[in-house]
């Protein structure tokens, strides 16, 4: 499996804001991948991520807005 960057249980892999855990689970904006789960800010993120997750896990990628 690749190696895969540091991302807080609260972080949106994609822009890298701080979500709530709570609110996004609500929300549908949840989702789990490669055995951890991943909160997101919004759709557009969710989707972004859902279309190639490794892009956004990869050791090098930086988060932004
Ligand atoms: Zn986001």
Known sequence: ?????????DEDPVCGMK????????????RDHAGRE???CG???LLEFGEDPETFL????????
């Open 1 to 9: 499996m690749a190696e895969h960057r540091a991302v807080a249980p």
């Open 19 to 30: 979500v709530d855990v709570a609110e996004a689970r609500k929300k549908g904006l949840a």
């Open 38 to 40: 991943y909160v997101f």
């Open 43 to 45: 759709k557009g993120c």
């Open 58 to 65: 990869t050791e090098g990628y930086v988060a932004e807005m």
